[in-house]
Nanobody
Framework: VQLVESGGGLVQPGGSLRLSCTASESILTITSMNWYRQAPGKERELVATITDVGSTNYADSVKGRFSISTDNAKNKVFLRMGSLKPEDTAVYFC???????????????WGQGTQVTVSS
């Protein structure tokens, strides 16, 4: 399974972007779909999560500005980003977690990342 992100780019402060992540094939028993980001010299951080039942959670730094969603088939996950700030500049990664219902083994799938740069 491959995850491919798109939608990154250069945007001015206060602007908006919508990131998309598409899975190359259906992933069974998904437990969560997530967006992470990693800025230069910093650790990767969890930005937003949407669970299999539709619950969402956000990092404090993006609450009220970012929104995560999926399509009905759950082979796409989106991150709508608004009121962007220079500190949102990072490579954004899509992550999907699935769990084997019998063994309870978790599987993590990652995209290659898409660059978001917020600058005037």
């Amino acid at each position: 399974v491959q995850l491919v992100e798109s939608g990154g780019g250069l945007v001015q402060p206060g602007g908006s972007l919508r990131l998309s992540c598409t899975a190359s094939e259906s992933i069974l028993t998904i437990t969560s779909m997530n967006w992470y980001r990693q800025a230069p010299g910093k650790e990767r951080e969890l930005v937003a999560t949407i669970t299999d039942v539709g619950s969402t959670n956000y990092a404090d730094s993006v609450k009220g500005r970012f929104s995560i969603s999926t399509d009905n088939a759950k082979n796409k996950v989106f991150l709508r980003m608004g009121s962007l700030k220079p500190e949102d500049t990072a490579v954004y990664f899509c992550n999907v977690v699935s769990r084997n219902p019998k063994s309870l083994t978790e599987y993590h799938y990652w995209g290659q990342g898409t660059q978001v740069t917020v600058s005037s």
